[in-house]
T-cell receptor
Framework: DAKTTQPPSMDCAEGRAANLPCNHS???????VYWYRQIHSQGPQYIIH???NNETNEMASLIITEDRKSSTLILPHATLRDTAVYYC?????????????FGTGTRLQVTL | KAGVTQTPRYLIKTRGQQVTLSCSPI?????VSWYQQTPGQGLQFLFE???????NKGNFPGRFSGRQFSNSRSEMNVSTLELGDSALYLC???????????????????FGPGTRLTVL
């Protein structure tokens, strides 16, 4: 089972900031949070990852709460091309191996 | 740098047949993971290969198998196809295997465009 929970859908007006929340209350102290997105029928695209500090790259910002139980992905100026399903993921470890366990994600609809 | 490539992009098979899908990772990446995506089950992990060895396996029947070659290219095979095997099959590559370094390390995976398999 996925170790994260996300709202199933969100809407955002083009040009506005899209704030996508994620709950990961069982995360261990040294596990990273990864964000991917999937535009219809394409392969998931890596967006950003973080551990404790807030992170920013050319695509998005990631805000992680101090207790690390939740995070928010921020798309500062959403465009129609940002319409996608966004996945928040914490790696699932079995011994020395791990895998990305995708939940149901948040379907972000950006509108005019 | 070229991304992850998967061939073929689309495939139609009939029940009982077998199919082989191919994945070429990003140059320099040695880990390849396979995922199945269906509308009902979402994205599910199939298996991961690193240096020609299977390191991790998801909960799929033995009809699903894979292998990795010395050049890191990977193939997955599904035998005795069933209607429920219709899905988008995704391959992802990374430099290190999924658990490398333990929970305190990060390891980005980059996905290919997928192979859309339809079983009739």
């Amino acid at each position: 089972d996925a170790k994260t929970t996300q709202p199933p859908s969100m809407d955002c007006a083009e040009g506005r900031a899209a704030n996508l929340p994620c709950n990961h209350s069982t995360i261990s102290g040294n596990e990273y949070v990864y964000w991917y997105r999937q535009i219809h029928s394409q392969g998931p695209q890596y967006i950003i990852h973080g551990l404790k500090n807030n992170e920013t790259n050319e695509m998005a910002s990631l805000i992680i709460t101090e207790d690390r139980k939740s995070s928010t992905l921020i798309l500062p100026h959403a465009t129609l091309r940002d319409t996608a399903v966004y996945y928040c993921i914490v790696r699932d470890y079995t011994g020395t191996a791990s895998k990305l366990t995708f939940g149901t994600g948040t379907r972000l609809q950006v509108t005019l | 740098k070229a991304g992850v490539t998967q061939t073929p992009r689309y495939l139609i098979k009939t029940r009982g047949q077998q199919v082989t899908l191919s994945c070429s990772p990003i140059s320099g990446h040695r880990s390849v993971s396979w995922y199945q995506q269906t509308p009902g089950q979402g994205l599910q992990f199939l298996f991961e290969y690193f240096s020609e060895t299977q390191r991790n396996k998801g909960n799929f029947p033995g009809r699903f198998s894979g292998r990795q070659f010395s050049n890191s290219r990977s193939e997955m095979n599904v035998s005795t196809l069933e209607l429920g095997d219709s899905a988008l099959y995704l391959c992802a590559s990374s430099f290190l295997p999924g658990g490398a370094g333990g929970p305190g390390s990060y390891n980005e995976q980059f996905f290919g465009p997928g192979t859309r398999l339809t079983v009739l």
